[in-house]
């Protein structure tokens, strides 16, 4: 694989590689299907702002980060992988995969419908199969929530989307405590106890 490795305003080796299993109008690919050989882990990584790097330079072409967004795939080894039917390699990922831009709110109660857009276009409604879950940073304590996208895959929520999302907060009494909690799609997702929610930078 590393013969294939020109640069990011050359990428045309990786884009070839990857397109004909994202052809549009198919959807997104099955790379959960797909059980290719392992060529290597290549020089390409997607940072804690969402950014994608090849070779130490950031991925300018938001079409081409678009397309390698669609056969990315976390397995169980905890590694994230850029997949196609005939070949699987390593990149890193300093965070999350995504990163959620955009919250919109609909309905109230139960019916309330959270629904993210990540920076590469999927658009996610929060609910039992794509659930948020919320971790508390370890630089600093700040809270950090995420969303799962498809798969293992995830998308950190920008801070202005963070703090939009605890403004639709609410204290909900679940297993008997109140906590600070958000609901979606008829699911609650509980945040932390209430009284406890200290938003700090990331």
């Given at each position: 694989m590393a013969g294939r490795e020109t640069s990011v305003r050359?990428?045309?080796g990786l884009e070839?590689?990857?397109s004909p299993a994202a052809a549009p109008g198919k959807g997104l690919p099955a790379v959960e299907r797909w059980n290719p050989d392992f060529c290597g882990d290549l020089d390409m990584e997607i940072r804690a702002d969402?950014?994608?790097f090849y070779m130490g330079t950031p991925i300018g072409r938001q079409p081409l980060v678009r397309l390698f967004s669609t056969v990315l795939r976390k397995d169980a080894d905890g590694k994230t992988y850029l997949v196609t039917p005939v070949e699987k390699v390593g990149i890193r990922v300093e965070d999350a995969h995504f990163l959620a831009v955009?919250?919109?709110v609909s309905g109230k109660g139960d019916d309330q419908v959270m629904t993210f857009r990540t920076n590469v276009g999927d658009i996610v409604e929060a609910g039992a199969e794509n659930p948020l879950r919320f971790a508390i940073g370890a630089e600093n304590g700040g809270l950090k929530p995420y969303l799962l996208v498809r798969g293992r895959l995830e998308a950190l929520l920008a801070r202005p989307v963070m703090y939009d999302l605890v403004n639709h907060g609410e204290d909900i009494a679940i297993d008997g405590k109140a906590m600070f909690a958000v609901r979606s799609k008829g699911i609650v997702f509980p945040i932390m106890p209430?009284?406890?929610?200290e938003l700090q930078s990331r």
């Open positions: 050359d990428a045309a070839a590689l990857i969402g950014t994608w955009e919250l919109n209430s009284g406890e929610l």
